[in-house]
């Protein structure tokens, strides 16, 4: 494989709530087949982070990047998350475990929200 | 105005959560200095979505689009915000009120996003 990525989000009671999610893993995969991606949920769904890890791992990852699908920097990926990292480095000492900002502290998905936000407007009757 | 237009996130205790939607808010004025935007909350910040609305309505706003800043389809934005969003119509019957997507709902944001996501990943250590 070319990299590792754990997509990590909030989960939710609606199984509809994952496709967006599942959307984001077909889309890397598609850019760079030799990627392997497994998708984690904080709460309601499952896979958790730690067994998301351990997938990964059993797939012969070595280095696995977290990318948190939160907008931003809060509770869930101040407290949960690192608590959740810190176990899966625990659980596999010889794995590189690094985590990425929350989507929206990337200037590059701050400018695509933007120019969604643009087009929805300029979409809407009136 | 060139258009009107509400950031609706969930909001959090963390004020430091709100850095991204003002982001967004402040990409979009920049590429269109027209347009006017408002956020809003849906809990634990301030404004919440009809306070929003009227902030519009007063400055001569006559069709708004709401855009949910949240990832994907759930209880949020499939029970909360249509009520919400009944309400500031009836409050502004002759505004029209339009509601895009969730962000996550929007191709062009899930390749955004699995850009970021790969990016991460081919900056990551190991």
Partial sequence: MTAAVVLFGH?????????????????????????????AYLEFMTP????????????????ITVV???????GHTKRDLPGL??????????????CAD???EAPEVVQALARYALASAARAPG
Same sequence: chains 1, 2.
């Fill in 48 to 63: 958790g982070l730690g067994e998301a890890v351990d997938r990964l791992a059993a797939r012969g990852a070595r280095a």
């Fill in 85 to 98: 990292l810190d176990a899966a480095r625990s659980a596999h000492p010889r794995l590189t475990i690094a």
């Fill in 11 to 39: 989960g939710a009671r609606d199984p509809e709530w994952a496709r967006p999610m599942e959307a984001v893993r077909d889309a890397m995969v598609q850019a760079d087949p030799g990627i392997a991606v497994e998708l």
């Fill in 102 to 104: 929350p989507i929206g």
């Fill in 68 to 74: 948190p699908l939160f907008l931003a920097r809060s």
